[in-house]
């Protein structure tokens, strides 16, 4: 996987049903133009959860899909008082008759991996951790910090998110990516908000091969459609640099 870039979408129960119900919906479109689909479980009532990886797969077989459970505090909607059960949400879906390749494991529970690990391990599933930061991009040394923690457990996957304050914020990002992105499978660094907006592509240029476009709402600030994000990679060639690559959003 880590070879070629990957377009990660999110399925919100809207999405779900509303494939389920017709093949031919207006959102089959982007759930096509994803490389890889993003099971938000906290969106979906717990009784749900153990047929829902069956259920995106069978509306998109080929998809790989990452299985994650957001808290409020995290940009998500599970409660906030569940933090110190989120093992016991992990193994509910774990023990599914089917789930998902990946599961997304939040940095301030580094302390669960190597419990989450091998019950993951028994499935055939991988971890990435992430880091969601909704007020600023972390200085150098912090994100260094983290890929080193994320490496030093034998985390599979890194993810981190966080927020621009300005045209240049992201460029510590592309620096932390030219860095460490070798060092995973799978690796997305961007940042969120109206000037982190190009590097949620950009990054690909500077050596992640991860990120993440909205179907149909918007799930983080500064989120882009996948089907635009799509033909930005189709003519991705061409794009020279992230003010270029603006330009290129900006005409539709």
Not at 72 to 87: I, L, M, S, T
Not at 88 to 113: G, M, R, S
Not at 205 to 224: F, R
């Amino acid at each position: 996987m880590a070879k070629k870039s990957h377009l990660v979408g999110l399925v919100s129960p809207q999405v779900l049903e509303a494939v389920e119900a017709d093949s031919l919906h207006a959102v089959a479109m982007d759930l096509e133009a994803c490389d890889i689909l993003e099971i938000r479980y906290d969106f979906f009532e717990r009784k749900d959860w153990a047929k829902l990886s069956g259920r995106v797969r069978h509306i998109a077989p080929k998809a790989p899909q990452i299985g994650t459970v957001r808290l409020k505090r995290d940009g998500g909607v599970f409660p906030n008082r569940e933090a110190n059960h989120r093992f016991d949400l992990w193994n509910e879906i774990l023990k599914a008759a089917e789930v998902p390749e990946w599961l997304d494991l939040e940095q301030d529970c580094l302390y669960d991996f190597q419990n989450l690990k091998n019950l993951a391990d028994i499935r055939g599933t991988k971890i990435l951790i992430s880091q969601h930061n909704f007020l600023r991009i972390p200085a150098a040394q912090e994100l260094e910090d983290f890929a080193q923690d994320c490496l030093r457990v034998g985390a599979a996957g890194l993810k981190i998110a966080a927020m621009s304050n300005s045209e240049t914020d992201s460029d510590r990002l592309y620096t932390f990516s030219k860095k460490f992105a070798k060092s995973f499978e799978l690796f997305a660094a961007f940042g969120m908000g109206e000037t982190g907006k190009a590097s949620r592509l950009w990054s690909l240029k500077e050596g992640a091969n991860l990120t993440y476009g909205a179907i149909e709402n918007s799930a983080a600030p500064g989120q882009i459609d996948v089907l635009k994000m799509r033909r930005a990679l189709e003519n991705f060639e061409e794009i020279r640099s992230p003010f270029e690559l603006s330009a290129f959003f900006a005409k539709f």
